[in-house]
């Protein structure tokens, strides 16, 4: 599995079906085969980061984990 952000596969399971990425800080929700991606500010609050990425590229691939 790869970061769709930064296409680094430096990704940690941090929960069920939730990852986050050592490089861009950013937190991978995986719902239903496609990703969530959501970046956690300071105040430790999430922004959703999907309408930066097209659907294709939040579809996880099969077998990719
Ligand atoms: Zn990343």
Redesign the pocket.
Known sequence: MK?P??H?K?LGKIGVNLYY?W??F?ELALIDGRLSLSQVEEDGSLTTLDDLFEEHELKTESGGF
Request: aromatic share 0%; charged share 10%.
């Open positions: 970061c952000n930064c680094n430096n990425c490089d861009c950013i």
